[in-house]
């Protein structure tokens, strides 16, 4: 017998974006169901931020070991248990599922509906034994990995993100097909964890970043034993002895075989859109994702999408900011938009490569004159205590000092870019971060170092000269 449920607000999607909206909404006493039919916590708790954050950590901890004796001390030789990696990966899983559990949100008044849910027309959704026709809907069902159609991929136990973590045993080989974010980030992570590892991509790894600070992320994983093929396309997979796997690529200097026991695919994500009836619902959407304006709303106006699905970037920290715009339209009628400026990314490679607002090439298609002020960590005090010199940071503005951009390739970019971020959110000029303080000696220092770097020419300015000289007349 099917139930009819009438709630403020329906929320397909309990992932990031999906619990925010549920959360956020049942804090204020509004009538709220969610419907999940996998797991809760969606992709980034279960198979993708924080397992591939554990196994990052993981390598680091065993490349501390390789560096020690550079700072005079010796630990032996670096073993690696697999099994207890495995166990530390979903021990963190473990630690942070409560927050994400049906139970938590059952407490906050939420009714979470495990199973499957489609529109059946524009006001109403069917999921199970539930008949929801709620006031407003939020479609937040994330991505999942987007597999090509290489010839023969689907005759090997080809792994992603999704069954990645689920190893207990070290690869011997990991061939990783993609080059992005996730693809560079497992390819280090595995080899410091002992595996040897073979990156094949399309076009240029990290290509999505500034290239001038992609460089020295790649050129530090080559340096660690990472084999990068770049410009290279996968032709065909087929099974290669025992248990292994063998890789038709085709390059630059002609085809080329790579033979591996593990292969990877990382070559991006697709949007969550299949069999959720969005036709039914008036909801336009395409390969890339449910069609929204910038307000986050879709072709039928009871319905928003927010996170991966809504087909724009793809961060868990984008879905909470989404769901944010959402919560002010729906509960306060307040108007929200989307502003991608704002959003800061990083990749957690070693060194770390961040970024926020415009890239240097963007900035000067829209300003025409700009200044790009970079300072290096090897000139910083703490980066040369601690060995990790690699890297700089980037700073974009416009002609007058307002801050445009900002990467950063080195140690800790993802914890600096915040402040930048907040910079950018606040239409913040140079001026304002010449007045504040760190404190000495920290990584963050680069940043101050490279504002400062703006005003140095005034120093030489014969005009500035003659007005000290002309004040120091009076004592």
């Known amino acids: 017998m099917t139930t009819t449920l009438r709630p403020d607000i329906c929320v397909i999607g309990a992932g990031s974006g999906g619990l925010t909206v549920a959360a956020a909404a049942a804090s204020f006493g509004v009538d709220v169901v969610l419907i999940e039919k996998g797991k809760m916590g969606g992709d980034c708790l279960n198979y993708g931020c924080v397992p591939s954050k554990a196994i990052i950590a993981a390598g680091k901890h065993a490349h501390a070991i390789a560096e020690a004796p550079h700072f005079g001390v010796h630990a032996g030789d670096m ?15 473990d630690a942070i599922a409560p927050n994400d559990s049906v139970e938590r949100f059952t407490a906050l008044g939420v009714k979470v509906i495990e199973a499957a849910g489609a529109f059946t027309d524009a006001n109403t959704v069917v999921a199970g034994d539930y008949e929801i026709k709620a006031r407003r809907f939020v479609i937040a069902t994330g991505s999942s990995p987007f597999v090509p159609p290489i010839p023969g991929i689907d005759t090997v136990d080809y792994l992603t993100n999704e069954t990645l973590f689920d190893r207990t045993q070290r690869a011997r080989h990991l061939i990783v097909v993609g080059g992005g974010p996730i693809g560079m980030e497992m390819a280090q992570a595995h080899r410091r964890l002992g595996s040897d590892v073979t990156v094949i991509e399309g076009l240029k790894a990290l290509g999505k970043d500034d290239p001038e600070l992609a460089a020295i992320v790649l050129d530090r994983i080559r340096a660690e034993g990472v084999e990068i093929m770049e410009g290279a396309t996968v032709t065909g997979v087929k099974k290669f002895g025992r248990a292994g796997v063998r890789v ?34 008036g909801v336009e959407y395409d390969r890339r994702g449910i069609k929204v304006k910038p307000n986050m709303k879709t072709t039928n106006k009871r319905v928003f999408a927010i996170g991966d699905v809504a087909g724009g970037l793809q961060f868990t920290h984008v879905a909470g900011y989404h769901a944010g715009l959402v919560i002010q339209q729906i509960l306060f009628r307040a ?24 890239s240097e090439e963007e900035a000067r298609k829209r300003f025409g004159q700009i200044h790009v002020l970079r300072w290096p960590y090897a000139e910083n005090d703490r980066a040369l205590a601690e060995r990790k010199t690699d890297g700089l940071i980037k700073l974009v503005t416009d002609r007058k000092g307002r801050i445009a951009g900002v990467s950063i390739a080195g140690a800790g970019a993802g914890e600096m870019i915040n402040m930048w971020a907040l910079a950018i959110a606040n239409g913040m000029r140079l001026s304002n971060v010449r007045g504040y303080v760190p404190p000495y000696p920290t990584m963050a220092e680069i940043g101050k170092r490279a504002v400062i770097s703006y005003y140095s020419p005034m120093t030489r300015k014969p005009f500035i000269r003659s007005i000290i000289g002309f004040l120091r007349r009076f004592g």
């Open 335 to 358: 108007p929200a938009k989307e502003n991608t400026r704002i959003i800061p990314w990083a990749t957690y490679t070693d060194p770390e490569l961040a970024h926020v607002g415009l």
């Open 79 to 93: 073993k690696v248990d697999y099994k207890k990696v495995h166990a530390h990966i979903h021990s963190v899983i």
């Open 248 to 281: 038709s690529v085709d390059t630059a200097d002609g085809e080329k075989t790579v033979d591996g026991s593990h292969i990877l695919v990382a070559t991006g994500r697709a949007a969550n859109v299949e069999g959720l009836g969005l036709s039914e619902a």
